[in-house]
C-alpha cells in the first residue's frame, strides 16, 4: 500500500482517535470522584443502617474531598433504593448502602423484584456485620428473659405481636415463632424507628430491632433487651444473652452491611472507593462508633462481597423456608 494512500490515512485517524478516547477514558477514570456522590439508603433516617451510612459517608468525604449526600429512599425492604441504583448504569456517582436484605434475603420474601442482585450492581465492599436484640417494654410486657416470654406466650397465644422494620428483624421474627412454637402476630414498619414508636405507644409488645437503636433505648432504660439473634453477645450489651443461649438451640441470625455501585461502572471507580472504605474501616474513631451501635467492621474485596451475595443468598432461602414465610 502507498504511504499516503486515503486508506491509510483512514486507518491512522482512526487509531488516532481510538488512542485519544482511550486516554480520555483513563484520564476520567483516575480523576474519579471529580464531583460529588449521592449514597442511597432504603430505610428512613434514624435508623440504625442510616446512622452507620453517614458515618462511613463522613469518611469517605474526608479521604476523597468530595461531598457524600446520604439520600433516604425507605420502602419495600430496601428494594425502592435498590431500584433507583440499578436505574443508573454506568453511574460511578450513585451508590447503595445496604444490608442482606435487598441482596440475599428478598430474593425469597418477594415473588418478583425489581432489579436483579447480580446483574444490575457491582460489588465494592462489605462494611459491618449486625446482630439484632428482642426487645419489649417492660411497663407491658413483664418478663425478663426470652424463656419467660416463651411460657407467656405459649399461655396467652394469639394476643401479642411484635414490629419489624427490614427483613431480617421480619425473618428473626417468624423464626423464633417457628422454634418457640408460639403463636405470634408479625406487624412489618417500613424502618425500626417506626416500630420502636409503636412499642413505647403499647401498639406492638416486642420489636426485633437492629442493635443501633436497641442500646441507646436499653441504656437509657426505656425499653428492656431479652436475647441477641446472633451466635454471640454484643459488647455494648454483654449480659444480654443470644436467644440460642435462652433455650433455642440453633437460632442464629444476624445481618450485615454492604456497599455497592451500579452495574457497568469503571473498575478503577470501583478500586478507589473500596480504597476509601477500607481506610475508613480501619479508623479507630469509626470502628468504635460501629461497636458502640452493636456492629462489627467487617470490609472485603468486591470479589468476597460477591460470594457472600450469592452464599448468603442461598442461606437466607434455607431460613426463610424454616420460619415458614410465603413470598409477597
Not at 433487651?225 to 433455650?247: D, F, H, K, W, Y
Request: charged share 15%; aromatic share 6%; proline share 8%.
Amino acid at each position: 500500500m502507498p504511504l499516503n494512500t486515503p486508506s491509510r490515512r483512514r486507518v491512522l485517524q482512526w487509531a488516532a482517535g481510538a488512542a485519544g478516547t482511550a486516554t480520555l477514558s483513563l484520564r476520567a477514570q483516575e480523576a474519579w470522584p471529580s464531583r460529588p456522590m449521592r449514597m442511597i439508603v432504603g430505610y428512613p433516617a434514624g435508623s440504625g443502617i442510616d446512622a452507620a451510612a453517614r458515618q462511613l459517608a463522613r469518611g469517605i468525604e474526608k479521604l476523597s474531598g468530595q461531598t457524600v449526600l446520604v439520600d433516604n429512599r425507605a420502602g419495600a425492604l430496601g428494594n425502592i433504593a435498590a431500584q433507583a441504583v440499578a436505574a443508573a448504569p454506568g453511574d460511578p456517582y450513585t451508590l447503595l448502602f445496604t444490608p442482606n436484605s435487598t441482596h440475599a434475603a428478598n430474593t425469597h420474601l418477594f415473588r418478583k423484584l425489581p432489579f436483579d442482585p447480580v446483574r444490575d450492581f457491582t460489588p465494592v465492599s462489605s462494611v459491618a456485620t449486625l446482630s439484632f436484640v428482642v426487645v419489649c417494654d417492660p411497663t407491658v410486657l413483664k418478663v425478663n428473659s426470652i424463656g419467660e416470654l416463651r411460657e407467656l406466650l405459649k399461655r396467652e397465644p394469639g394476643k401479642h405481636s411484635y414490629g419489624s422494620g427490614n427483613a431480617t428483624g421480619l425473618v428473626a421474627g417468624e423464626l423464633f415463632k417457628s422454634l418457640a412454637g408460639v403463636d405470634l402476630l408479625g406487624v412489618p414498619y417500613k424502618g425500626v424507628p417506626q416500630a420502636m414508636t409503636d412499642l413505647l405507644g403499647g401498639r406492638v409488645q416486642l420489636v426485633f430491632a437492629d442493635a443501633t437503636l436497641a442500646i441507646p433505648m436499653v441504656k437509657a432504660g426505656r425499653i428492656k433487651a431479652l436475647g441477641v439473634t446472633g451466635s454471640q453477645r454484643i459488647a455494648a450489651l454483654p449480659g444480654v444473652p443470644t436467644v440460642a443461649e435462652s433455650g433455642l438451640p440453633g437460632y442464629d441470625l444476624a445481618g450485615w452491611f454492604a456497599v455497592f455501585m451500579p452495574a457497568q461502572v469503571p473498575a478503577a471507580a470501583v478500586t478507589r472507593l473500596n480504597g476509601f472504605i477500607q481506610a475508613t474501616l480501619k479508623d479507630p474513631a469509626t470502628v468504635d462508633f460501629l461497636r458502640g451501635i452493636g456492629a462489627e467492621p467487617q470490609p472485603s474485596t468486591p470479589q468476597e462481597l460477591a460470594q457472600r451475595v450469592q452464599s448468603d443468598t442461598e442461606r437466607w432461602g434455607r431460613l426463610v423456608q424454616l420460619a415458614g414465610i410465603q413470598p409477597e
